[in-house]
């Protein structure tokens, strides 16, 4: 269970941790791969989200994702991107969050993922949460903890005086 006054202060933060739908970079289920490579070639970012066209989420998409889909006997061949969809290859099995958040179940998920996908009540994506800004909210809380708590050891630490 995480500390009630680390909670406090993160949740101060919370309205800095989503960056908003329309400042990421997606693609839709329905679009070939080589349009989602371009994307992700020119974002630089290793994976996106995937919607549909009415803004639902559906999945994410990775560089290398496609990069397998590439692959054959013979080496790379980029051809294949024209004859496959998103959708085709997009993971699906995503862990999302809703507002308000659970400081302690971002904390928990962004251990194993860069980012998290925000939907609302009817899978519309509203933007994503990224370790780099949870990291800034703790940044905040490590410098602004003892301006609202006073924080003392339960024991006293013991010096090391064999030296």
């Known amino acids: 269970m995480i500390a009630k006054s680390v909670e406090h202060l993160l949740n101060q933060r919370q ?7 329309e400042l990421v970079a997606n693609v839709q289920d329905t ?28 999945g994410l998409l990775s560089l290398a994702m496609l990069t397998e889909t590439m692959l054959g006997l013979n080496g ?9 969809r998103v959708a ?3 993971q699906t099995d995503i862990p999302t969050i809703q507002l308000p958040y659970d400081v302690e179940e971002i904390l928990h998920l962004l251990v194993d993922q860069p980012f998290l996908v925000v939907v ?3 899978n519309i994506f509203t933007g994503i949460v990224t370790r780099r800004e949870i990291m800034k909210g703790i940044n905040y809380l490590a410098h602004e903890l003892e301006k609202d708590y006073v924080i003392s050891p339960k024991t006293q630490p013991t010096l090391n005086t064999d030296k």
Do not use: C, E
């Open 15 to 21: 309205d800095h941790f989503l960056i908003p739908a």
């Open 31 to 58: 679009n070939h791969l080589d349009h989602a490579f371009l994307v992700l070639t020119k974002i630089k970012y290793s994976k996106i989200p995937v919607l549909d066209n009415q803004q639902h989420f559906k």
């Open 76 to 84: 790379i061949d980029p051809s294949t991107l024209g004859r496959h």
């Open 120 to 122: 609302n009540q009817d």
């Open 88 to 90: 085709d290859v997009m």
